[in-house]
């Protein structure tokens, strides 16, 4: 069957049903290039934080967009546990954008979390650690960790 085609405005139609945009297979087109950065966020948001830094590195469009936006990182921010409110409340006052934020509070989440379930239980000196394994905690987290391994 001969398609024919009926433009209208950037969209082509053909009488199959089918339609592209620009001449393009629309499964072939990045969303975040037909719409408004606005819904490419909204969309963006949905992501959990692993996919999010996964989306960013995608096309230099998305990128943009990701690491642009401070509504994205702050979400996460306040959903990533073991977060020490004042650490990040100083951070924030400290001009830290959300995803600088995040960041290094997530890194001192994971480092708390593994202390707290004895991952270093049996490690005697500093130079036992594992490299890239420490981080500065506060005293609050170090008294924490301490009745966590006088428990043990």
Known sequence: ???????SHTIIFSQDGGSTIHGHDPLQQNFAETLPTEMSVRIFSELDLRSLCRASLTCKRWNGIIEGNDYLWRNH?????AICQRDVDGDRQNGYSWKVTLLRNYRKGCVKRRWLKGRYSNIHSADEIPPNHMCPLDMETWGEILEAELER
Request: hydrophobic share 35%; aromatic share 16%.
């Open 1 to 7: 069957m001969q398609n024919v085609y009926k433009r």
């Open 77 to 81: 921010c306040f959903t990533v546990h």
